[in-house]
């Protein structure tokens, strides 16, 4: 049993080496996954609590060098650090928790083991998994639990007050190991033992509550855990998730839905009570805008297709671009054209709006040969077969150049 296991509240803690050698893992940085070259060190105990029982890795520092990870492989402590260090065996390090990432890792379990049970004691409803999300200065981690049926929306406001009259009962938490096969573990609640689980197994408690075996660190009472919100419920094909905050995370949460509040108050100027109904007003307004637009882009399609057949003679191919366009228009202008042997070349986009759209259509040796020649001008990537050609472009400034491009072709090929 590791030292932060014995005591969950123990900061830092020296003590040897057992071995030290240099590797290179993807972990995650700053919420990105990167390659780190460093090393993995073990030894004789640790206070750094690693990843398990649905908790995340604590982090910290071992003489100074940032730990970025911790993992159990039986009943070893793998600490990952940053940098390549050349550490001996017997060689005394000081390892010091990251206490503001542990407390708050020790808030969301405790906190998970107090919504389980109150769920399954009082409603019958089970956990079957359990997930704490990653926090950071960017977001706040919603964690979530995976339950064998749906929560009603009057049991989930139920839940959440019966949990917070727990908290504010400031009832002890207690921590008791046993070996396994103990009389007293058979009332505990427990999804299962590790495969490679060796030792002594901790019960963590909240009398009259709650007995549970967990590897975890814990808060000592539940006053601790200060607050408990239940945010929502999903279920999808057949699964349900309870998502939920602990502790600090709900005053981090609060903050930044008010600062997203003023933000989109600046933005609206007008009073937070009145953004659901300007909000609505405006989306009306935008599909009416949207639908007005729509319709006139299919009538400058029109027109723009019987410019096309009204010129004598026939021309051998048209090249049109509109840079508010998009598929409904190329779809009216093809339509309206109504002509498959004309060789087609239509872009929409504007370069400021990001990618567009390339169509090719008419005969389809031409259109696969000239489609794949416009795709290297444009910067695009699709494709096709028979007589039409489809592509996203990146390279709309060199718009200008494709007829030149057709013309090339039809020169070069057709002798046109």
């Known amino acids: 049993m590791f030292h932060c296991q014995q005591d969950s509240f123990a900061r830092e803690l020296e003590t040897e080496v057992v071995s030290c050698k240099p590797v290179t893992k993807k972990v995650e940085v ?9 090393c993995e060190l073990v030894c ?26 911790v993992t159990r492989q039986g009943s070893t402590a793998v600490h990952f650090l940053s940098s390549p260090l050349q550490l001996v065996e017997g060689e005394k390090v000081k390892q010091v928790v990251d206490w503001t990432r542990r407390w708050d890792n020790m808030q969301q379990h405790s906190g998970q083991h107090l ?28 964690s979530y639990i995976e339950l064998d049926q749906p929560v009603p929306n009057s049991v989930l406001s139920y839940v959440q007050e019966r949990c917070n009259s727990v908290i504010q009962s400031a009832t002890p938490m207690t921590v008791t190991t046993y070996q396994v096969g103990d009389p007293a573990l058979d009332q505990a609640h427990t999804r299962g033992l590790p495969a490679d689980q060796t030792g002594p197994v901790r019960l963590v408690s909240i009398p009259g509550v709650d007995s549970n075996l967990c590897c975890g ?41 008010l600062a997203r509040e003023r933000a989109v108050t600046k933005i609206l100027n007008n009073a937070p009570e ?17 639908k007005n637009n729509s319709n006139m882009l299919k009538e400058l399609a029109v027109f723009e297709a019987n ?52 169509v090719v259509t008419g005969e389809a040796t031409l259109v696969q040969a000239i489609g794949k020649e416009l795709c290297v001008l444009l910067d695009g990537k699709g494709g096709g077969k028979g007589p039409r050609f489809n592509a996203k472009i990146n390279n709309l400034k060199s ?18």
Not at 120 to 141: D, F, Y
Not at 401 to 414: C, M, R
Request: glycine share 8%; net charge negative; charged share 25%.
């Open 30 to 38: 700053d919420g990105k996954k990167q390659q780190v070259a460093g």
């Open 44 to 69: 004789k105990d640790t206070v750094l609590f690693p990843e398990g029982g649905g908790q995340n890795t604590d982090k910290g520092t071992i003489s100074g060098v940032p730990v970025l990870s």
């Open 115 to 142: 919504i389980s049970a109150v769920l399954e004691r009082e409603h019958s409803i089970n956990t079957l998994s359990w997930w704490m999300a990653q926090t950071s200065e960017q977001k706040v981690g919603v």
């Open 217 to 257: 660190t814990h808060v000592s009472c539940t006053s601790q855990l200060q607050v408990i919100h239940l945010t929502h419920t999903e279920s999808k094909k057949g699964k349900h998730w309870l998502y939920f905050l602990v502790g600090g995370r709900v005053t981090a949460y609060l903050q930044s839905c």
């Open 274 to 290: 009145e953004h659901i109904d300007l909000v609505d007003k405006m989306q009306k307004s935008l599909k009416v805008s949207q």
């Open 307 to 358: 410019k096309i057949k009204q010129s004598d003679p026939k021309p051998l191919y048209c090249v049109v671009h509109r840079k508010e366009g998009d598929s409904d228009f190329i779809s009216a202008l093809l339509k309206e054209l109504d002509d498959n042997d004309m060789l087609c070349v239509i872009t929409v986009g504007d370069e400021k709006a990001g990618p567009g759209q390339l």
């Open 399 to 416: 718009i200008g150049q494709i007829e030149e491009t057709v013309q090339a072709h039809l020169f070069v090929n057709y002798h046109i």
